[in-house]
């Protein structure tokens, strides 16, 4: 959908997990890494600074925005996380 300028894309994919090779699941977070490489990649174009990148997340997508400022794919993106939840045990960066 598009209006105003804004595209809205409905995210109903989420977290799908068989629990074995066929779909091993964390495709919410691999959408959100993949996104994250794009910003980096092509945040100058907008004035931006790919060394000041904040990540934020209320209720769930806090603890998304913790979890990619430690994954091994993206924490390089990450310069700070912001989480509007309670912080996760061991999850201080």
Not at 24 to 40: F, H, I, R, T
Not at 57 to 70: E, F, R
Request: glycine fraction near 14%.
């Amino acid at each position: 959908m598009c209006f105003d300028g804004f595209v809205m894309y409905p995210n109903k994919h989420g977290f799908l997990s068989t629990g074995d090779h066929n779909s091993p699941g964390n495709y919410g977070l691999l959408d959100m890494s993949l996104a994250l490489e794009w910003v980096y990649e092509n945040i100058r174009l907008f004035n931006g600074d790919r060394e000041a990148i904040t990540v934020f997340g209320p209720g769930a997508g806090g603890a998304a925005a913790g979890l990619l400022a430690v994954l091994p794919k993206t924490r390089s993106y990450v310069r700070q996380f912001i989480s509007s939840v309670g912080l996760m045990p061991g999850l201080m960066v």
